[in-house]
């Protein structure tokens, strides 16, 4: 990379971000630009939010790019995009995901389209991703790559089943890849609980204070909690992978 980046402990490393543009995304990218890194904001629909947030970001050759992680050509392009502009990449934080409130015990409510929709994008999505960039993530000692999941994965409490589900398959995904891409890649997940971003403090207020009264740290998760944890990945647990790292107040615990 030709282009001079910020100082810090990530001086030098080029980060992608999938799903950015979002609350928990641009935490993400902002922890790991402060700290020196060029940052890839990566964004499906939100292109105002991600041009604000690289113009947000402290110094450095960042850029934000449309993709959408269900189509595999889309991502074969802007690895190729990387590619020219970086030469390689350091760090990948699969972050873009999506689901619906459901009711576990509706089982006609989580209809085929909703459990498709959710696979791909939260399964498919992350190793269509890792799988279009590991070239550029090897080309350097000490590729990372951090898989956003979720406590949902362990207690089965979550948005709906096939959410659930979609997150215990991403770690499932995180140990294999862990192992089949070593040495030369690390793969981690990280783990919140319910991350109180935008999106969560719009919804009821006793709701939300009956999930943080669930949580035995008494709160509920915020975007910088799970962006230090990413941090701590990137930067601290070098000798880690393989891992599914809990950011959860010990929710399981309650």
């Known amino acids: 990379m030709s282009e001079t980046i910020g100082t810090g402990p990530l001086a030098r490393q080029v980060a992608v971000v999938t799903g950015a543009a979002g609350g ?6 902002r922890r790991l ?13 939100d292109e ?25 050509g889309a991502l074969g392009r802007m690895a190729a995009q990387l590619a020219d502009r970086y030469g390689s990449i350091d760090i990948l934080v699969n972050c873009a995901g999506t689901t619906r409130f459901v009711p576990h015990a509706d089982l006609d409510g989580l209809d085929d389209s909703l459990i498709d929709e959710i696979f ?40 709906n089943v096939a959410y659930c589900a979609s997150k215990a398959a991403l770690n499932a995904m995180t140990i294999s890849l862990a192992r089949a891409l070593a040495p030369a890649v690390r793969v981690v997940s990280v783990s919140p609980g319910l991350v109180d971003t935008e999106f969560v403090k719009g919804l009821d207020e006793n709701w939300r204070r009956e999930q943080a009264s669930r949580t035995v740290l008494g709160r509920l998760a915020s975007p910088e909690d799970v962006a230090d944890a990413v941090f701590a990945v990137a930067t601290s647990l070098r000798y880690s992978t393989g891992c599914i790292i809990p950011v959860d107040g010990g929710r399981p615990l309650s």
């Open 24 to 29: 928990l995304g641009s935490a993400i990218c």
């Open 120 to 159: 791909r994008t939260n399964w498919r999505g992350p190793f269509a991703t890792i799988r279009a960039l590991t070239p550029l993530l090897a080309k350097e000692p000490g590729g990372l790559v951090v898989n956003i999941s979720s406590v949902a994965a362990v207690t089965g409490v979550g948005s």
């Open 48 to 72: 105002a939010a991600a041009a604000s947030l690289v113009a947000s970001l402290a110094s450095g050759p960042h850029m934000a790019t449309r993709v959408d992680v269900t189509d595999s």
């Open 33 to 45: 630009a402060n700290a020196g890194a060029a940052v890839v904001v990566g964004f499906r629909r």
